[in-house]
């Protein structure tokens, strides 16, 4: 069985010592405020779901103290612990030119209903074609 009054005073010291308000930690864990509001006036329990939101967005709660005030915090082993930043990929777009004839045909139109209007007033500023294994080709008409 939980103490929730032992849970509620071990969490606005997690809240404290990373410098937030009920505000801003609910925002960073993902749940209400008026969640966070409710568990720290003893009116509700803290359920499963927000415990383990807590546990993954601060590493450092380790989660036998959090439920029953045993262990340490911050854990100092996962304070030491970094953990890396994923690396940005930045996609490389490729741009080759559109075929010299103005007439441009479509390779098995999926619809009977497709038409491409060659008008005079409209033309093709650029096409994009999407292959399945993510990559894709751009044809600018410039």
């Not at 009054?5 to 930690?25: C, H, M, N, P, W």
């Amino acid at each position: 069985m939980i103490n929730t009054e032992g849970f509620t005073k071990r969490l606005q010291k997690v809240i404290d010592f990373y410098g937030e308000s009920a505000s801003s930690f609910a925002e960073k864990v993902g749940v209400q405020r008026s969640t966070i509001s409710h568990i720290l006036s003893g009116r509700n329990k803290p359920s499963l779901d927000f415990v383990m939101k807590v546990l993954s967005h601060f590493p450092e709660v380790e989660l036998y103290w959090l439920m029953n005030g045993k262990g340490v915090f911050p854990n100092e082993n996962k304070t030491e612990e970094k953990i890396p930043e994923t690396p940005k990929v930045e996609k490389v777009e490729k741009t080759i030119p559109p075929p010299k004839n103005e007439n441009v045909e479509i390779p098995n139109p999926s619809s009977s209903n497709f038409s491409l209007n060659t008008s005079s007033e409209k033309k093709i500023e650029r096409i994009v074609i999407f292959y399945t294994d993510g990559s894709f080709q751009n044809f600018n008409n410039s």
